[in-house]
């Protein structure tokens, strides 16, 4: 039984690692997300304008950071949750579409 269940589990994450696209609503924000492979960059499509984000620093999590339309956005990860900030402002919580 132990065995069925780690198998279960591998094959789970090789399935979820294999795919680097994602969905999301932040808000009023449909996000549409790709990952490049080796996850320095983030191309993301937020209602319909594309941009790309890059890796930066973060205490905890995975951060990226872009510019678009004179707005600094900033896409936060943990785990399987997500934030976005728009400059300064506050975060805006995402659900999975």
Known sequence: MKKIILFGAICALVSACTSNDSDIVCGEYNV???????????????????????????????????????TIVTLWNQGTDWTMFLNDGAPIECTSK
């Open 32 to 70: 549409s997300m790709n990952m490049s492979d080796d996850g320095e960059t983030l191309t993301a499509v937020i209602n319909g304008d594309e941009m790309t984000l890059n890796h930066a620093i973060s205490a905890s999590g995975a951060r990226y950071v872009g510019e678009l339309n004179d």
